[in-house]
Each structure stands twice: as C-alpha cells, then as structure tokens.
C-alpha cells in the first residue's frame, strides 16, 4: 500500500507489484521450497484487498531463472521478469506499446513459470487485475496480460496507457526545468 501510495504522489512512476502467494491451505507461501501456490487461493486472497489504481500492476507466479554466477535456477519474483520485458518493449517500441504478448513479452531469460497454468486459471488471474505469466505450445514464456489495478474500465486500466502519461509527464517536466531538452533523451 505504501509503495502505490509512493507512486500515486509521484505521478511520474509505476510500481510493478509482486502478490502474496497462497499454498493449498491458503497459507503465505515464505519460501522457494516445497511450497506450491495455488491459483484460487492467491486470487481470493488479492481481490480481498480491493486496490483501485492505475499506478500499478500485479503479475503472477514467480519465475524460474538462470543464475550465470552458480549456473543453478533461482526462483524469482515476477516482477523481475517483467521488467526485463518492459525493457524489451522500450528497446524495440515504445513505452505506449503493451509489454504482454508473444513478442513485446516474451521472458527470453525465463526457463519457465513456477505454476503451469490452464485456461481457468488464466481467467480467473485476469479477472482479479492479476497478469499471468505463462506459456502456450511452442512458444516462450510471456507476460500475458497488461492490466493495471484500476476498478472501473477505462484505457487507464491498461499498462501501455499509464506508461504512455508517465512518458509524457516526464518529458514535460523536463522541458519546464531544461531550456536545451529536445524530448529525445532522459532529463
């Protein structure tokens, strides 16, 4: 709740939100080992909390790495995959472009996603504002889904769209203080 306070009075951030997962007994899974997240009870457990922002965005379930350093798999938070594919996105488009999908969301680093997911559970996550992570047949795996946490429907409950404000206040906040700034570079 702080940390979207924090970018709400900022105006200029997005916070890309890991989820309490829950295990079977809908307990607060604290750790990588032999706990297994449960879709409903993890949804249920989010919804509970009624966030209503444009701010963020929530992703889910954790990520399974390469770690180059132990040439071992880490699991990781999801939110560190999908910062990866917000940068894919930025280096071969824009801010203003969906990071989900096939391309723009593609986890290249991703081995795979610690819960295999099927179509319910991929309903049910978009439903809740969650954005899963997944993979189908013959693909990588992908964020698949750019929802943020908005309530109401709106273009400001989708992820391109807050990027895409942010974007623009950044760029017009930098012109105000910088007389020399083109739009073109970071101020």
């Keep these: 709740d702080y940390a979207i306070d924090t970018v709400e009075s900022r105006f200029d951030a997005m916070y890309v939100m890991d989820i309490e997962e829950r295990d079977e007994l809908n307990t607060v899974i604290t750790s990588s080992v032999g706990s297994f997240a449960n879709v409903t009870n993890t949804v249920n457990d989010f919804k509970s909390r009624a966030l209503n922002t444009s701010f963020a965005a929530a992703y889910f379930p954790d990520v399974i790495l390469p770690d180059p350093s132990t040439n071992t798999n880490v699991q990781a938070p999801p939110s560190v995959a999908v910062m990866g594919a917000m940068a894919l996105n930025d280096a071969v488009g824009y801010p203003w472009f969906a990071p989900a999908g096939f391309t723009r969301g593609a986890l290249q680093d991703v081995i795979f996603a610690d819960v295999n997911l099927n179509k319910a559970n991929l ?65």
């Design 123 to 187: 309903d049910d996550l978009y439903d809740a504002d969650i954005n899963p992570i997944t993979s189908f047949p013959n693909t990588g795996v992908m964020v698949f889904g750019q929802k943020t946490l908005l309530a109401a429907a709106s273009a400001l409950d989708r992820v391109n769209v807050r990027r895409l404000l942010i974007d623009i206040r950044r760029k017009r906040t930098c012109a105000a203080y910088s007389p020399k700034y083109t739009g073109e570079e970071w101020c």
